[in-house]
């Protein structure tokens, strides 16, 4: 109780003089609203991370025709990859359950008498499904018997299946894909969008491999080529593996330019942190140094307010105060500004990543970790620059103060 | 309840040695009303802050109610202010920006137990020093002699044994200097002991004993045969300022 009293009368200047009080704050309220920006910047990035791995698959990677990039959909002018690289990877690299090509154009007109749109076109195998994790959810998959057959048949998106056909079932119609008539045989399940600038998931349409190379598209190469891995510790290593087979099939030595790309959840995962991490370190920066310069100001300004409280801190200890009674009021002086300017900083830099979810496509999520941090940063600052300002007050002699 | 036996206070800085207090000893009873008298210099300040456990003594010995306080360390020691000893300065030393009150119960708060009744403790030492009617004035709100009394009422809140005073009307005018001689002597009446410093023999005579302090050494240790009634300055003084309207 004794204590609590004591360590009151640290507040007391602090109301008295509100103008010097903000100016001690100041750093603090800068540095935690910064802290809670960069972490709730952070926390909607990795749940993105999260959800861009999820979709992409965590035992999955794509060679991806075209260099020069880490992601994003197959080079349409780059026609190097082909159904033999898939083959051979096939036959080469050890610990792939799954490996499937996949033929790619994009935009590609869908008609069905006045109704049109514009879908990503993938040809397929069967295997597709097992390696995208992603199902039929009315009608058939794409068949084998339909690979072999170069078979006029089709499973959509459920996004073309609103644009072509509303309401109506859409399992046995048929619509032209540019200018090849297909019959619907499923439609798959929804995905929706994928998140930063991502595209519709669901506006898609896949027809056999052989048909969409044959039949549409009229092409020798194909766009990508998807593998699971079953083992996902296994995947530097066999992403390697690949690297060099298609470099030597391809005739490529490292200082050309390799005209093919390896996705894995680590390289998406990358991409996702990327787009937040300049701002993030900047961020830390100002965060660094608003903490450190506001607890240099903020000590310099209560070494100041020892200074010129002398008289007063003699009184004090006149009237009873012991050493310890004058450091526990000048630090608890320190830990109150900081945990004030906390308490602010904490609420600015909520509101901040407020306006940064809304004017920015940055993903933010707020929640109670930047508060415990902002406390642990404002005890630590309170305490580190306050000390030395607290001890020269507890070591002031009473007489000499007293003068 | 006051006795110093040899008591020396030596300033050392480089070559130079301050002698201040050579071999100080005498008693004090309870209830007594001592002023400490002496011109500037000669080592008052230096006394009464050893009287008060804010100063050590460089030897010599100091027992406060059978106490020696010269091995205590800073705890008992501000303990030992905070329980036995009420200061007044003739800085007044109030905090600024700070009520009457809150100044008058700060001793109150490094109390070892913090009575509920704290506040109205501060009203009841201001009521007492004529202040009823500025409990919730600051300083900078207050003359001079308000301050003082506001001082006084600081310094009798824990009810001290021994109130001890440094100049208190060093800073004051005439006026409001004979009212706080004039509380002094009431609280003596009243069983207080009070020790009063001062360079001023017109003061020392309020008091029943003057200790004369000359060269750090004690000149002359004397009753005062008729102590000066501050009641009747007061009275005197008043009249005058009648008059002279
Ligand atoms: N810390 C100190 N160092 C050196 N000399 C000091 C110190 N404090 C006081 N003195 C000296 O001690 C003497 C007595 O001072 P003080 O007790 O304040 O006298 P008084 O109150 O009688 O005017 C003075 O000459 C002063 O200069
Ligand atoms: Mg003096």
């Known amino acids: ?403 | 309840m006051i006795e110093l036996e040899g008591i020396e206070k030596t300033y050392v800085s480089g070559e130079v040695v301050t002698r201040v207090l050579q071999g100080i000893s005498f008693e004090i009873e309870a209830g007594e009303y001592v002023a400490i008298m002496g011109a500037s210099g000669t080592g008052k300040s230096t006394l009464m802050n050893i009287l008060g456990c804010l100063d050590i003594p460089t030897a010599g010995h100091y027992r406060l109610d059978g106490t020696d306080m010269v091995n205590l360390d800073d705890e008992a020691l501000s303990q030992l202010r905070n329980r036995k000893i009420g200061f007044v300065f003739q800085q007044f030393h109030l905090l600024q920006r700070t009520t009457a009150r809150k100044n008058v119960l700060l001793p109150l708060i490094y109390a070892e137990d913090y009575p509920e009744n704290a506040e109205e403790m501060a009203e009841a030492a201001l009521e007492m020093v004529g202040l009823h009617d500025r409990i919730d004035y600051r300083p900078n709100q207050l003359s001079g002699g308000q301050q003082q009394r506001v001082a006084i009422a600081r310094a009798l809140i824990t009810n001290p044994a021994v109130l001890l005073a440094d100049e208190p009307t060093g800073n004051l005018d005439r006026r409001s200097g004979a009212e706080v001689m004039a509380i002094f002597q009431q609280l003596s009446a009243g069983g207080r002991t009070v020790i009063l410093v001062t360079h001023d023999r017109e003061v020392a005579e309020h008091a029943e004993r003057v200790i004369l302090l000359d060269d750090g050494q004690i000149a002359e240790d004397r009753r005062v045969d008729q102590p000066r009634d501050a009641e009747q300055e007061l009275t005197n003084l008043t009249v005058g300022e009648e008059v002279y309207e």
């Open chain 1, 1 to 403: 109780m004794r204590r609590f009293h004591v360590a009151s009368e640290g507040w007391g200047s602090l109301r008295a003089n509100k103008l010097r009080t903000f100016f001690m704050m100041a750093g603090t309220i800068v540095g935690i609203a910064a802290l809670t920006v960069i972490m709730t910047i952070g926390k909607g990035t990795e749940r993105q991370v999260m959800r861009r791995v999820e979709n992409f698959g965590p035992r999955a990677m794509m060679l991806v025709a075209g260099g020069g990039r880490a992601t994003g959909p197959p080079d349409a002018q780059v026609t190097t990859l082909t159904l033999a690289d898939m083959e051979a990877i096939r036959d080469k690299i050890s610990g792939l359950e799954i490996v499937t090509p996949q033929a790619w154009a994009t935009r590609t007109p869908l008609t069905r008498g006045s109704a049109q749109t514009r879908a990503t076109l993938w040809g397929v195998e069967p295997e597709w499904h097992a390696a995208w994790d992603w199902y039929v959810a009315e009608g058939e998959e794409i068949t084998h018997e339909d690979v072999a057959t170069m078979a006029r048949v089709c499973v959509i998106g459920s996004s073309v299946k609103r644009d072509l056909f509303g309401d109506e079932d859409p399992i046995g119609e048929s619509l032209y894909v540019n200018k090849v008539r297909v019959t619907v045989t499923g439609v798959l399940e929804r995905r929706g969008t994928a998140g930063t600038g991502g595209g519709d998931f669901d506006n898609r349409i896949l027809l056999p491999i052989t048909t969409a190379m044959r039949r549409v598209l009229n092409v020798e190469h194909i766009g990508a080529v998807r593998m699971i891995t079953t083992d996902a510790r296994r995947m530097p290593e066999q992403a390697e593996a690949i690297t060099g087979l298609m470099r030597r099939r391809h005739r490529i030595t490292p200082p050309a330019e390799d005209d093919f790309r390896i996705n894995s959840p680590l390289a998406v995962a990358e991409v996702v942190r990327g787009t937040s991490r300049t701002l993030s370190i900047l961020l830390m920066v100002l965060a660094g140094l608003s903490l450190f310069v506001g607890g240099v100001v903020l000590m310099n300004i209560l070494l100041i307010s020892v200074a010129e409280r002398t008289a007063e801190i003699g009184l004090r200890r006149a009237v009873g105060a012991t050493r310890g009674d004058i450091f526990t009021q000048f630090l608890t002086e320190s830990l109150s500004v900081t945990f004030l300017g906390m308490v602010v900083g904490s609420a600015l830099g909520a509101g901040v990543s407020l306006a940064v979810q809304h004017l920015t496509p940055l993903p933010v999520i707020l929640s109670w970790e930047p508060f415990a941090v902002g406390i642990a940063f404002a005890f630590l600052v309170g305490a580190f620059f306050g000390v030395q300002p607290a001890r020269r007050a507890a070591r002031l002699p009473p007489v000499e103060a007293l003068r």
